[in-house]
């Protein structure tokens, strides 16, 4: 089935739903008009649509493959990274000091979606290049900015994440590989990483690794941390690929889905590299690169959960099984348009808390404004983990809809579910997200959870007063808001920090809902009596619910996790 890019639907969220409307009204973003926004979400959607969609089964029936030493990609990836990098989209968001477009992130964050709907194994490609351009435009020198960023932002070059390594995977403090100062400014860096992401290719002329590695004497854990730019070509004085670097790979992974994303086994052997911010503090350039990254995965998630409704969607319509008083095709039965309905309404806002926490990260790049920091802050977490839970889910239901074809590859329903898998592992698992939501997060005594909160509850008041069809629903969200409020009170009165992390999961998961049915309220508000208010009271009287039963949940301590011994788990 072709993908059809959903630009109507980012341009509703974006002017009805997150606040889109502050970022433009700003001195940084005052470029990005509606006509702009139109015109970059129509051209991406096209690419997507035209030259990315196309590429989506031949790259999981020919996977990326290692010979002699050098990764091949998949039919057609070279061409489509051509277009991603003749388009402008990896720098969409970049420094325009150094060649990028300096638009919001809201507007790069929508684009990465319809990217991931079209081809997620190559949408992979440019996410990790953003995600290592934010990084060195907060942390490197000058001198590193000014020869690498355009590079990174016009697509010359690409760009990966080193963190993980064998034996050090969530618990990164565990990781060995070693920095030796050269005596010159560079290091030589040697150590194995494992999982890494496009860590070889053919697409570009050049791969920039950022990797973490200890200088000697460093402390032990994570403060002993230091991260190095290694290229796999040195650059040469005109800034061009130079000499090959001591790097290899070692082999790839084959992975249940992401076929056509190369996921390399690096080796580095005193590969030459240069230091990125300061010594023993590469957690903190890295995190810059990783929560870029987290906002991106939670997007891949919705954009594969946008393809695999579209996929089933077209299916439903097209299968004709029984018979039902609203048609003939298997859309039309109850249960199917259950499934269908559902899907909908999650990735609607799934999708709404993504741009939310975008403009966010707008907001504060505009202003500098603390609030927005924190705000943004919390919602990535949300954003990360919700995002791929609704890819997970849609992608699966997408595969019931389908029946018993859903289980026959030739439909293209299980490659999704298998493609979108990963999304809860990577860049921090959805555990760690929601252990981050209810430790880090919850740091302030809630401080941002409440005016969160306050902020559902006064639109609430809002829609209740003044719009009389919408009344129950705005109640439904009202409520639901107060359930929320109350467990997050509770959540920040633990002393014992088992009991936080024992309820994380749900939390978080009670949090997304509550933020759903409120921007799905904001959505029926603009349009009280359309397919999207059907929508948002489909969403508020069927999903939201769900709250209550994660909330009771979440507040359930943790002495019933811990009841059984190992040996009871293993009896």
């Not at 029946?403 to 493609?419: L, N, P, S």
Request: glycine share 10%; net charge negative; with cysteine.
């Amino acid at each position: 089935m072709p993908y059809r890019a959903p630009v109507s639907d980012f341009e509703f969220i974006l002017s009805h739903v997150v606040g889109f409307e502050d970022v433009t009204a700003t001195d940084r973003f005052s470029e990005a008009s509606a006509d702009t926004v139109h015109a970059i979400l129509s051209e991406a959607g096209k690419m997507s649509e035209e030259v990315l969609a196309p590429l989506q089964r031949p790259g999981d029936l020919h996977p990326a493959r290692l010979e002699n030493g050098v990764v091949r990609t998949s039919p057609g990836f070279a061409d489509g990274w051509k277009a991603i990098a003749e388009g402008g989209w990896v720098g969409l968001a970049g420094d325009p000091d150094y060649g990028g477009m300096g638009l919001p992130m809201a507007l790069a964050t929508a684009v990465n979606d319809m990217m991931s709907a079209a081809c997620v194994s190559l949408q992979l490609a440019p996410l990790m290049a953003q995600g290592q351009i934010e990084a060195l435009e907060h942390h490197a020198s000058d001198a590193i900015k000014a020869l690498y960023l355009p590079k990174l932002i016009s697509g010359q070059w690409t760009g990966t994440m080193n963190l993980t390594e064998p034996q050090a995977g969530s618990d990164v403090g565990a990781l060995t590989s070693k920095a030796e100062p050269n005596g010159d400014g560079t290091y030589a860096i040697t150590g194995q990483k494992i999982y890494i992401s496009w860590g070889d290719h053919d697409v570009a002329e050049n791969i920039c690794h950022l990797v973490l590695a200890r200088l000697p004497g460093a402390p032990d854990g994570t403060k002993g941390i230091s991260l190095f730019l290694v290229p796999k070509r040195l650059p040469d004085e005109s800034g061009n690929p130079g000499v090959a670097n001591e790097l290899k790979v070692v082999s790839l992974e084959h992975k249940m889905g992401l076929h056509g994303s190369p996921t390399c086994v690096m080796q580095y052997d005193g590969a030459t590299g240069w230091l990125i911010g300061e010594k023993n503090n590469g957690m903190a350039a890295m995190f810059t690169m990783m929560n870029n990254a987290r906002l991106g995965v939670g997007t891949q998630g919705i954009g594969v959960a946008e393809g695999a409704y579209q996929n089933a969607l077209h299916y439903a319509l097209d299968r004709k099984q029984g018979r039902s008083l609203h048609g003939y095709t298997i859309a039309a039965h109850a249960d199917v348009r259950r499934m269908l309905t559902s899907m909908k309404a999650d990735v609607f806002a799934a999708r709404s808390i993504a741009l939310a926490c975008a403009v966010a990260i707008d907001m504060e790049t505009a202003t500098g404004h603390k609030d927005w920091t924190t705000r943004a802050a919390f919602l990535t977490p949300i954003a990360k983990a919700f995002g791929t839970d609704v890819g997970n889910e849609v992608a699966h239901t997408g595969i019931q809809v389908h029946g018993g074809m859903g289980f026959v590859e030739e439909t293209g329903a299980a490659q999704y579910a298998r493609d979108v898998r990963v999304t809860t592992i990577y860049e921090g698992t959805n555990g760690i997200q929601a252990m981050d939501l209810v430790t880090r997060k919850l740091s302030d005594g809630g401080e941002m959870a409440f005016k969160l909160l306050d902020e559902i509850e006064a639109q609430a008041e809002q829609v209740r007063a003044k719009i009389p069809a919408l009344a129950d629903l705005a109640e439904g969200v009202w409520q639901a808001s107060e359930s929320l409020r109350e467990a997050t009170e509770w959540m920040v009165a633990q002393e014992e920090v088992t009991d936080r992390l024992a309820g994380a999961v749900p939390y978080l998961r009670a949090f997304a809902r509550v933020l759903g049915g409120h921007y799905h309220l904001s959505a029926a508000m603009a349009e009280a009596d359309g397919p999207r208010a059907a929508l948002a009271r489909f969403y508020i009287t069927r999903l939201l619910p769900e709250h209550t039963a994660l909330l009771t949940h979440a507040q359930g301590g943790s002495d019933d996790l811990y009841a059984l011994s190992l040996d009871d788990l293993a009896a």
